[in-house]
């Protein structure tokens, strides 16, 4: 079993920065895309950026120029840092990987989510 939990979420003021955190756990042989993704209320869900095995990160282009994605192999976790943080980022968000598994082929789950709200 591989589970994905998120953190990192909460309350923040309009330019301020949160990082959230994606971890895996389970039976993992390689983590091999990660994607963060976020849903506003009423909207679809959006795919903000992503991060291959190789290092290779991609943004949408509301993210891009204000977040970064990177990984932490040894800790088999993916992070989101947020700068610039702006009314419109709120929103749930979900981290999503493509792990191969040490038993059981591959696999793509999905995180819990977890809350950002930016207000003052």
């Known amino acids: 079993q591989v589970q994905l939990v998120e953190s990192g979420g909460g309350l923040v003021q309009p330019g301020g920065s949160l990082r959230l955190s994606c971890a895996a756990s389970?039976?993992?042989?390689?983590?091999?895309?990660v994607r963060w993704f976020r849903q506003a209320p009423g909207k679809q869900r959006e795919l903000v950026a992503t991060?291959?095995?190789?290092?290779?990160?991609n943004y949408a282009d509301s993210a891009k120029g204000r977040f970064t994605i990177s990984r932490d192999d040894a800790k088999n976790t993916v992070y989101l840092q947020m700068n610039s943080l702006k009314p419109e980022d709120t929103a749930v968000y979900y981290c999503?990987?493509?792990?191969?598994?040490?038993?059981?082929?591959?696999?793509?789950?999905w995180g819990q989510g977890t809350q950002v709200t930016v207000s003052s």
């Open positions: 991060i291959t095995i190789w290092g290779t990160t």
């Open positions: 999503n990987a493509d792990i191969r598994t040490t038993s059981f082929g591959r696999i793509s789950p």
């Open positions: 389970g039976s993992i042989a390689s983590i091999d895309v």
